[in-house]
């Protein structure tokens, strides 16, 4: 191991023997009693020096290696330590392609704060690269969510979506103005390949493996599918026949869209785990007797024309659904699972609408003891004297998946 300080949280002295790292309460932690000389040896952890070196330094500044070993220990299991060398084959394969390490470092330094194992950050960079994501519906929405996948580092992203480009398909990081009339889901692909232009080529589909957005044949090898219909009605009120080949073969996915003014986030839906598209629509049904006849009629209803959608709503909810379907992928819970977040022009606060696993829904999810989705309850902090300022911090301790992967619990 080569220690190197995670060089993404800021260093402070809070008073002349207690060190902070970090500026936010998310992730800040201050870490003492420490003397000068320790303060300074935290200078030396720059990855350049194994642990015998290390060593050897420590004595030099009249620190024992024990004290050096105690004081590694303690760093790294408060996070605070990456492996320069670390991560295993994938990351030394990615630690050589400069190109994108360099394109990618301030997501390798955010993903410094989410891992707490020395090495994990570049381990999970590398894993997005073989995950592969389909997204549904190239609009304002999709198709910059597409492309802010593909520049964040996941493999492949396959955009399905029918039609051609029309003018107030344009939105900035999705279809540019050059590709009016070009078929949409050709347009959003070709965004897709500029967003990471130190990718690979990526592999090909044959044209008949279907190009609707609609319930195609389901190709086992996806991570996650996101849906983002270009249709409002789509956004409101998700349609659960669709869905249906999702929730059979147990494929993630979140929905995100804009309708008449309200952005929504969500639901990330793990079938069988968490409420679907149907589990949604039955609650609803519960709660508004009317629901069922609106739905029908908005559904019925859907022609040709220009729904609300404002460009900058669009674009907050592309983000922020690609960084939901990123902490998916990378392994983390994500508060998008069982919940939509919407926010509405023109007072822009985000609030959470759970959607509740139904009983009367096929899916299971009712079925499932709670989940402990949050596992802040049993957090013992192991190190003596690091503490953190916040208490909303939420890393799982050994419960993370492997990045990329999950499967239905049938
Ligand atoms: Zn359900």
Redesign the pocket.
């Given at each position: 191991m080569h220690p190197v300080m995670k060089p993404a949280l800021r260093r402070g002295w809070r008073d002349r023997e207690t060190v902070q790292f970090g500026m936010t309460p998310a992730h800040a932690q201050t870490l003492g009693p420490m003397d000068p000389a320790t303060g300074d040896f935290l200078d030396l952890l720059n990855g350049t020096r194994g642990l015998p070196l290390l060593r050897e330094e420590g004595r030099r500044m009249r620190l024992t290696a024990g004290h050096v070993d105690t004081l590694l220990a303690r760093l790294t299991r408060a996070g605070l330590v990456d492996d320069a060398r670390g991560g295993g084959p994938a990351a030394d394969a990615l630690r050589a392609r400069t190109d994108v390490l360099r394109r990618l470092r301030p997501d390798l330094a955010a993903l410094s704060l989410t891992t707490a194992e020395p090495g994990a950050a570049l381990a999970r960079l590398a894993a997005r690269r073989a995950l592969r994501v389909q997204v549904r519906g190239a609009g304002r929405v999709g198709a910059p969510l597409a492309s802010a996948l593909s520049a964040a580092g996941v493999g492949e992203i396959d955009v399905r979506d029918v039609g051609r480009v029309e003018p107030w398909d344009v939105a900035p990081g999705g279809l540019p103005a050059e590709s009016l009339g070009q078929r949409r889901e050709t347009a959003a692909r070709a965004a897709v390949r500029r967003a990471a232009p130190d990718h690979p080529p990526r592999r090909t589909h044959s044209p008949g493996s279907g190009s609707g957005t609609g319930t195609g044949a389901q190709d086992p090898g996806l991570s996650l599918v996101i849906l983002t219909p270009r249709d409002d009605v789509a956004v409101h009120a998700p349609d659960p026949a669709e869905a249906e080949p999702l929730?059979t073969s147990g494929t993630p996915h979140l929905y995100a869209g804009v309708v008449e003014g309200t952005g929504v986030v969500g639901p990330l839906v793990l079938p069988g785990e968490s409420?679907?598209?149907?589990?949604l629509h039955?609650d609803r049904g519960d709660r508004d007797p009317a629901w069922p006849q609106l739905t029908a009629q908005w559904r019925c209803a859907r022609a040709r024309r220009t729904g609300a959608c404002d460009l900058t709503l669009a674009t907050a909810v592309a983000g922020l659904a690609a960084a939901h379907a990123l902490a998916f992928l990378d392994g983390e819970s994500p508060s998008s699972t069982g919940t939509r977040w919407e926010v509405s022009a023109p007072g822009l606060n985000w609030h959470a609408r759970p959607v509740r696993?139904?009983p009367a829904?096929?899916?299971?999810?009712?079925d499932r003891p709670k989940q402990e989705h949050s596992s802040t309850g049993g957090e013992a902090r192991a190190t003596m004297a690091v503490q953190r300022p916040s208490t909303e911090r939420r890393r799982k301790a050994g419960a993370t998946r492997p990045t990329g992967t999950w499967r239905a619990h049938v």
């Open positions: 929730m409420g679907c598209a149907r589990c039955l696993p139904h829904c096929g899916c299971g999810a009712a």
